[in-house]
């Protein structure tokens, strides 16, 4: 897994484009080399503009709507709900381990969804690199606890370390309950990747999707000027194609 996430830094930004363009002043003196050099800078513009962001994420985030909450098929399903990383070690909450902000927003949703529909949450997520020394699945247990959801309607599955383990523990854990329809939380731009390993399990999947990136404003001025956050979005969603991508040549 560290050598997977290592080689995907290096070929994602900013990685892959420090190095074009590190290539390209090594070559400075030939045309293509300079050449090279502007297509770096000019591409690291871009993906930190809003118009290019919302190009990338838009097909990621709208493959699927928005969860209804008056859909019939709801009350035959269990909400499933997927890490997003842990906050190790939180000062605040006197060292203990708490969640990133795609975790706490998928939390969030989660148990908003619960509360509203009265149905059992899956939290499901282990200790992927070794963010911290407790499982995402038990966090996020806790959070959804604190957040109003009864503790006896969550479960935490806490040994996957990657979404297709996901999908392939909370299928073990449902089959032993005859359930194969799930609601299926995770940030908006994760959705597809994530419905397409709980499907290849063989789940009914109703997809439940949050914190979206792609924006929902008419563009202005600001929107063409580079900003970091906008290029980590980008970032984020180009990492989340390549991730279909691997995934569909390793387990399809």
């Not at 789940?203 to 949050?210: G, K, Q, S």
Request: aromatic share 12%; charged share 15%; proline share 4%.
């Amino acid at each position: 897994m560290l050598t997977s996430k290592v080689i995907s830094q290096l070929l994602l930004p900013p990685g892959g484009l420090i190095l074009l363009a590190m290539l390209g002043v090594f070559f400075w003196k030939k045309g293509w080399g300079r050449g090279v050099v502007i297509m770096s800078l000019l591409t690291f513009w871009g993906l930190s503009t809003e118009p290019v962001r919302d190009t990338l994420t838009k097909p990621l985030e709208f493959k699927y709507s928005a969860l209804q909450l008056n859909h019939k098929e709801l009350q035959r399903s269990v909400i499933v709900l997927l890490g997003g990383g842990i906050y190790a070690n939180a000062p605040e909450y006197g060292g203990s381990d708490e969640l990133k902000s795609y975790a706490m927003m998928r939390t969030l949703y989660a148990a908003h969804i619960a509360k509203r529909t009265g149905l059992n949450v899956y939290a499901t997520g282990g200790k992927p690199l070794a963010q911290g020394d407790d499982a995402e699945g038990d966090v996020m247990r806790r959070w959804l606890i604190r957040l109003g959801v009864p503790g006896n309607r969550v479960f935490a599955e806490s040994y996957a370390n990657n979404t297709w383990q996901n999908a392939m523990y909370i299928k073990k854990l449902l089959a032993e309950k005859d359930i194969n329809h799930i609601i299926l939380v995770t940030s908006a731009w994760h959705m597809p990747r994530s419905v397409w390993c709980f499907e290849s399990q063989g789940l009914h999947v109703i997809a439940a999707p949050t914190d979206y990136i792609t924006s929902q404003q008419a563009y202005d001025l600001r929107s063409f000027v580079p900003r970091w956050t906008v290029f980590s979005d980008s970032g984020l969603a180009l990492h989340e194609y390549l991730g279909i991508l691997w995934y569909h040549l390793k387990y399809g």
